[in-house]
């Protein structure tokens, strides 16, 4: 039988509350220890989420940017397109209307009322190739020599033929004639500034053979534009009784 006296009661007392604080001290620590692996943690962790949402944002930006920058571009290039659209329709309407204002016909006679007072001072011929209506370097230098005399001339007028030779039929001869001379005749209107009304375009598409079409000399040749300037020996400017649409097909190509 254990004999408890007062001192051993105490002693007893002490050794439990030493035991009891020595738990308390080493549960303390323990979650002093769980509190500082846990905390750095817990931290890194918000700030992988704050870095998330910077760059969602970042993103969202950098897309809305984008798009106002794709938009921007597309409109700029609808603008620039239309504008395009526009130039090209005024550009053919201005076009259009200087072929309608040039002077079409058979004969010379026909549309200058006073054609005795007028005497040839100047001509030029460019060719062709075959099946073509395009000017070459080499044609194209020859009508800007040719267009000099212009400026130097008063109350002139210009007589163009056009020519083919006989590959084809006569449809398509008339109509590859008709070409070759509206790409003279725009030609020294856009380059030299000469008014539609000062060209006569005769007997385009007609059969007017400047070479024999049965060898490949001659056939190159009559692949021409003939232009011829007129000046009025009385200064007074031509007058247009009437004018007759050219009518008569052509043979040559």
Do not use: W
């Not at 549309?111 to 005795?116: E, F, K, M, W």
Request: with cysteine.
């Amino acid at each position: 039988m254990i004999r408890i006296t007062p001192e051993s009661g105490t002693l007893y007392a002490i050794s439990a509350l030493g035991a009891l604080s020595l738990l308390l001290a080493n549960g303390c620590s323990t979650k002093n220890y769980v509190r500082s692996q846990t905390t750095p943690i817990i931290q890194h962790t918000n700030e992988l989420d704050d870095a998330t949402a910077t760059n969602n944002r970042n993103i969202h930006d950098v897309d809305q940017r984008a798009q106002a920058g794709i938009q921007q571009a597309q409109t700029s290039a609808n603008t620039a397109n239309q504008q395009a659209q526009t130039a090209s329709q005024s550009a053919n309407q201005a076009q259009q209307s200087a072929q309608e204002a040039v002077n079409r016909a058979d004969t010379l006679g026909s549309v200058v009322a006073n054609l005795d007072s007028y005497k040839q001072v100047g001509d030029v011929s460019v060719n062709f190739a075959f099946d073509k209506a395009d000017l070459t370097k080499a044609e194209r230098a020859k009508l800007d020599l040719f267009a000099n005399q212009l400026n130097g001339t008063k109350s002139y007028i210009l007589e163009v033929t056009g020519g083919t030779d006989s590959v084809g039929s006569a449809a398509y001869n008339y109509d590859l004639s008709q070409r070759r001379a509206e790409t003279v005749v725009q030609y020294l209107a856009a380059q030299h500034n000469v008014p539609p009304h000062k060209f006569y375009l005769i007997g385009i598409g007609k059969d007017q053979e400047v070479a024999p079409n049965s060898t490949a000399q001659g056939r190159a040749k009559n692949r021409r534009v003939e232009v011829q300037l007129l000046s009025n020996m009385t200064g007074q400017p031509a007058t247009s009784p009437q004018t007759s649409q050219l009518s008569v097909p052509a043979s040559n190509q």
